[in-house]
């Protein structure tokens, strides 16, 4: 498998698509959409790092730390990290198509993500107004292709379950 195989598959299938990002905006608070896009880019991590594709490996790295943060801390979603994941995947995006066309990739507004990702995974932002106490879980969770029912899990374990 060609290295543009390797990271154009999870580019192009990778749950931050848009109906995840509008979810998202939707629901600040749902921690769930917020997972999913986060393991699209702990994907896109080790894709990249496995056809050496380091740059782009570190870039979804950078993104998938803020997002750790968010969870860890049951953050609900701000227009910041919104903006953190809509610039991340276009990154991602024009990398795919510089790869298929056997372009060199310039990675253009990569060190603008980083720099991003950095600040928001450091604490800079400010919680939002809303408390985190407030979130509530998803009615169900899945695990593999076995869906259990959330209220299976004390609401206290459900805060370290989504810490990752």
Do not use: C
Request: glycine residues 6%; neutral net charge.
């Amino acid at each position: 498998m060609s290295s543009t195989q390797s990271i154009v598959r999870p580019v192009t299938v990778w749950p931050s698509r848009p109906k995840y990002t509008a979810r998202l905006q939707a629901a600040p608070e749902a921690v769930d959409t917020l997972t999913v896009i986060r393991r699209g880019f702990h994907t896109l991590k080790g894709s990249g790092r496995m056809v050496g594709l380091t740059d782009l490996g570190e870039l979804a790295w950078e993104i998938e730390q803020t997002m750790n943060r968010w969870l860890r801390e049951i953050i609900p979603a701000t227009p910041s990290l919104l903006e953190l994941i809509t610039e991340g995947k276009e990154v991602f995006a024009a990398s795919v198509q510089e790869l298929g066309h056997n372009a060199p990739l310039t990675l253009e507004h990569r060190d603008h993500v980083v720099a991003l990702a950095r600040h928001l995974a450091s604490g800079a932002e400010p919680a939002p107004a809303a408390a985190p106490a407030t979130l509530q879980p998803p009615a169900e969770v899945a695990i593999g292709s076995v869906t259990l029912s959330a209220a299976l899990f004390p609401a206290r374990s459900y805060a370290r379950a989504v810490t990752v």
